[in-house]
């Protein structure tokens, strides 16, 4: 299983950017797909989350920013960031859970972990 977040870049104070994460070597639809984020000295959270039906979740600091998305049938899962702050400066990942264990925002519940790609919001 192999997963690739791409996208990232520097951008500035409310700017937009969006993230792609191709898959390959999984049944895409069976797995909820996830994006987490981890800043300088900080541990890795949890950002967005869907579901293979659809449904999505996300962390209370980028509700109502970012939207999550996926394309089942290209086996991509997307991260669109908008009005994008310093504070989201960090490496996000993808990552894959399955999904009959449903939601979950715990990296050590994730059971594929894509490379990272870097963020960098300047003020």
């Known amino acids: 299983v192999q997963l690739q977040a791409s996208g990232g870049g520097l951008v500035q104070t409310g700017d937009s950017l969006r993230l792609s994460c191709t898959s390959s070597?999984?049944?895409?639809?069976?797995?909820?797909m996830n994006w987490f984020r981890q800043a300088p000295g900080k541990e890795r959270e949890f950002v967005a989350a869907?579901?293979?039906?659809?449904?999505?979740l996300y962390a209370d600091s980028v509700k109502g920013r970012f939207t999550i998305s996926r394309d089942n049938a290209k086996l991509m899962v997307y991260l669109q960031m908008n009005s994008l702050k310093p504070e989201d400066t960090a490496v996000y990942y993808c990552?894959?859970?399955?999904?009959?264990?449903?939601?979950?925002?715990?990296?050590?519940?994730?059971?594929?972990w894509g490379k990272g790609t870097l963020v960098t919001v300047s003020s």
């Open positions: 070597g999984l049944t895409f639809s069976n797995y909820a």
């Open positions: 869907s579901r293979s039906g659809g449904s999505t």
């Open positions: 990552a894959a859970r399955r999904d009959y264990r449903g939601w979950s925002t715990l990296s050590n519940d994730m059971l594929y």
